[in-house]
C-alpha cells in the first residue's frame, strides 16, 4: 500500500460535530514542525513552528478533550494507536514547506506504523510526499500511509490557518 485517499470519512454530522469541538481545544506551541529527530528542516526558522494540541501519546491519553477525535479513531480502528495530534499552522503570504521526514522515530520503527492526516478544513495547503505526490487540504478527508513514507506539509495562504490530525497507529481492520 502507498497513498489511500478517502474523502467524506466521517458522516455530515460526525464532522459538523467534530469541527464545532474544535473551538474548545487548549492549543500548545512548537518550536518546530519535523522534529528534533535528525530530519533536515528546509523551511527558515521563522517559519518552522506551530500549534499542537496532543490528545495520545501512547501509552497515555494526555488529554481530557480525546472524545473531540473518538469517531476518527474508531473508524480507523487500530490494533495500538501511538500517537494522535492536532496541528495548527497559521496562514503565510507563500506556501511554505517544513521539509520532508516521518512521525516515527527512530525511522527503522516507522516501518511498523501507518501514518494518518485528517483534515480539518479545507485550505490550499497540502501534504506532499519524497515520490512527487501531493494531497491537497480537503475538509473530511484522511489520507493513509507507510509510517516510514517521507512527507511534509505546507501552510496555507488563503484561509486564517490549515489544521490537521495527524495519527501513528499499528494497524487493524478499518471499519467500511
Given at each position: 500500500?502507498?497513498?489511500?485517499?478517502?474523502?467524506?470519512?466521517?458522516?455530515?454530522?460526525?464532522?459538523s460535530?467534530?469541527k464545532?469541538?474544535?473551538k474548545?481545544?487548549?492549543?500548545?506551541?512548537?518550536?518546530?514542525?519535523?522534529?528534533?529527530?535528525g530530519?533536515?528542516?528546509?523551511?527558515?526558522?521563522?517559519y518552522?513552528?506551530?500549534?499542537?494540541?496532543?490528545?495520545?501519546?501512547?501509552?497515555?491519553?494526555?488529554?481530557?478533550?480525546?472524545?473531540?477525535?473518538?469517531?476518527?479513531?474508531?473508524?480507523?480502528?487500530?490494533?495500538?494507536?501511538?500517537r494522535?495530534?492536532?496541528?495548527?499552522?497559521?496562514?503565510?503570504?507563500?506556501?511554505?514547506?517544513?521539509?520532508?521526514?516521518?512521525?516515527?522515530?527512530?525511522?527503522?520503527?516507522?516501518?511498523?506504523?501507518?501514518?494518518?492526516?485528517?483534515?480539518?478544513?479545507?485550505?490550499?495547503?497540502?501534504?506532499?510526499?519524497d515520490?512527487?505526490?501531493?494531497?491537497?487540504s480537503?475538509?473530511?478527508?484522511?489520507?493513509?500511509?507507510?509510517?516510514?513514507m517521507?512527507?511534509?506539509?505546507s501552510?496555507?495562504?488563503?484561509?486564517?490557518?490549515?489544521?490537521?490530525?495527524n495519527l501513528m497507529y499499528?494497524?487493524?481492520?478499518?471499519?467500511?
Amino acid at each position: 500500500m502507498s497513498i489511500r485517499i478517502i474523502d467524506n470519512f466521517l458522516s455530515d454530522e460526525e464532522y459538523s460535530t467534530l469541527k464545532e469541538n474544535m473551538k474548545s481545544l487548549r492549543w500548545e506551541y512548537s518550536h518546530n514542525v519535523t522534529g528534533e529527530h535528525g530530519h533536515t528542516t528546509k523551511c527558515e526558522d521563522k517559519y518552522d513552528w506551530q500549534m499542537v494540541h496532543y490528545f495520545y501519546l501512547h501509552p497515555f491519553n494526555i488529554s481530557d478533550q480525546y472524545n473531540i477525535v473518538n469517531s476518527i479513531i474508531q473508524k480507523i480502528n487500530p490494533i495500538v494507536l501511538y500517537r494522535a495530534k492536532m496541528n495548527l499552522n497559521p496562514v503565510t503570504s507563500e506556501h511554505i514547506e517544513h521539509g520532508f521526514h516521518t512521525d516515527s522515530y527512530p525511522v527503522e520503527h516507522a516501518k511498523k506504523f501507518k501514518t494518518a492526516v485528517y483534515y480539518i478544513n479545507t485550505n490550499n495547503g497540502y501534504t506532499k510526499f519524497d515520490n512527487g505526490e501531493e494531497v491537497k487540504s480537503q475538509a473530511n478527508r484522511l489520507v493513509i500511509f507507510p509510517g516510514d513514507m517521507l512527507h511534509t506539509g505546507s501552510t496555507c495562504t488563503d484561509q486564517k490557518n490549515r489544521l490537521v490530525l495527524n495519527l501513528m497507529y499499528l494497524e487493524g481492520d478499518p471499519i467500511a
